[in-house]
T-cell receptor, first 116, second 117 residues
Framework: AQTVTQSQPEMSVQEAETVTLSCTYD???????LFWYKQPPSRQMILVIR??????QNATENRFSVNFQKAAKSFSLKISDSQLGDAAMYFC?????????????FGEGTQLTVNP | DAGVIQSPRHEVTEMGQEVTLRCKPI?????LFWYRQTMMRGLELLIY????????DSGMPEDRFSAKMPNASFSTLKIQPSEPRDSAVYFC???????????????FGPGTRLTVL
């Protein structure tokens, strides 16, 4: 079974600075997808960024980028120019590529605080 | 598009009562997922459907939990009888299958916060 581990329960960053959230996963599959979701106090789960395992290029979405190290099974999220609105719980998630709609396996989450 | 709709947003009930959570997926999506979020166990999948058919219910904790999807636009998650340890936030999510290489993003509803006294 796949597992996802986020070793940082809490992180903090100063506004406008850069922060990196860590995620590691364990799988025997070669085809899979990785995601970062953001959950603000409203509880809504919002997709931040996704990475296809077959792509070597790291995904980027505006101020959000990932460092995907397939051999190391590492998938970290970098938030540049942090904003107060980035404060939330961040979840790393794994999905098998074996079937179209398989489950997401989530990490424990990292609570990000942005200090003004 | 209204997104995934869940009702109610909050539910408070007493132990032993039946609870029914409802979900309307995004129109056209063919996968529907029920997740539960607790402090102790984090986010975990309970069950998911493809074209209204349950595919994997291995996450359903016990027989007190049941889920149905009578049509493509509606699903229910029922707990009978409810217990205090069922208190959690229950999320419904839907996605559109695009074949093996699709990213199949899952769109989440706002969740139902269930409190069982």
């Amino acid at each position: 079974a796949q597992t996802v581990t986020q070793s940082q329960p809490e992180m903090s960053v100063q506004e406008a600075e850069t922060v990196t959230l860590s995620c590691t996963y364990d799988t025997s599959e070669s085809d899979y997808y990785l995601f970062w979701y953001k959950q603000p106090p409203s509880r809504q789960m919002i997709l931040v960024i996704r990475q296809e395992a077959y792509k070597q290029q790291n995904a980027t979405e505006n101020r959000f980028s990932v460092n995907f190290q397939k051999a190391a099974k590492s998938f970290s999220l970098k938030i540049s120019d942090s904003q107060l609105g980035d404060a939330a719980m961040y979840f790393c998630a794994y999905r098998s590529g074996a079937t179209s709609g398989s489950r997401l396996t989530f990490g424990e989450g990292t609570q990000l605080t942005v200090n003004p | 598009d209204a997104g995934v709709i869940q009702s109610p947003r909050h539910e408070v009930t007493e132990m032993g009562q039946e609870v029914t959570l409802r979900c309307k997926p995004i129109s056209g999506h063919d996968y529907l997922f029920w997740y539960r979020q607790t402090m102790m166990r984090g986010l975990e999948l309970l069950i998911y459907f493809n074209n209204n058919v349950p595919i994997d219910d291995s996450g359903m904790p016990e027989d007190r939990f049941s889920a149905k999807m009578p049509n493509a636009s509606f699903s229910t998650l029922k707990i009978q009888p409810s217990e205090p340890r069922d208190s959690a936030v229950y999320f419904c999510a839907s996605s559109l299958g695009r074949g093996q290489w699709g990213s199949n993003e899952q769109f989440f509803g706002p969740g139902t916060r269930l409190t069982v006294l």
